[in-house]
Nanobody, 122 residues
Framework: QVQLREFGGGMVQAGGSLRLSCAAT????????LGWLRQAPGKEREFVAG????????EYTDSVKGRFKISRDITSRAVYLDMNMLKAEDTAVYYC???????????????WGQGTQVTVSS
């Protein structure tokens, strides 16, 4: 089982940038999808970005395409989310999760970390 822990949240002004990191421990199978999801107050958790561990194939939700980039470092067993041109609507708790395959279905992800707060002020 994969254990995940997120780092790097904070407060930033609209238009700014942040990098989130996710440290993974445990066995990571090549086909696994590692993803970032977020939940804003009063809203359902949603998929943001995902990456297939073995070949780096990525998926993004439409609202972050061109602004966010997900990447992974196999050696350090980490997944990153580089967030640029941040908007107020990106404010949420961001979670790192693992799915049995790369998918945009947030419900397929589990092994959540504790989450990290991202606040974007307008």
């Amino acid at each position: 089982q994969v254990q995940l822990r997120e780092f790097g949240g904070g407060m930033v002004q609209a238009g700014g940038s942040l990098r989130l990191s996710c440290a993974a421990t445990g066995r990571i199978i090549g086909r696994y999808g590692l993803g970032w999801l977020r939940q804003a107050p009063g809203k359902e958790r949603e998929f943001v970005a995902g990456i297939r561990w073995t070949d780096g194939t990525t998926e993004y939700t439409d609202s972050v395409k061109g602004r966010f980039k997900i990447s992974r470092d196999i050696t350090s067993r980490a997944v990153y989310l580089d967030m640029n041109m941040l908007k107020a609507e990106d404010t949420a708790v961001y979670y790192c999760g693992q799915a049995d395959s790369l998918t945009t279905d947030w419900q397929a992800y589990n092994s959540w970390g504790q989450g990290t707060q991202v606040t974007v002020s307008s």
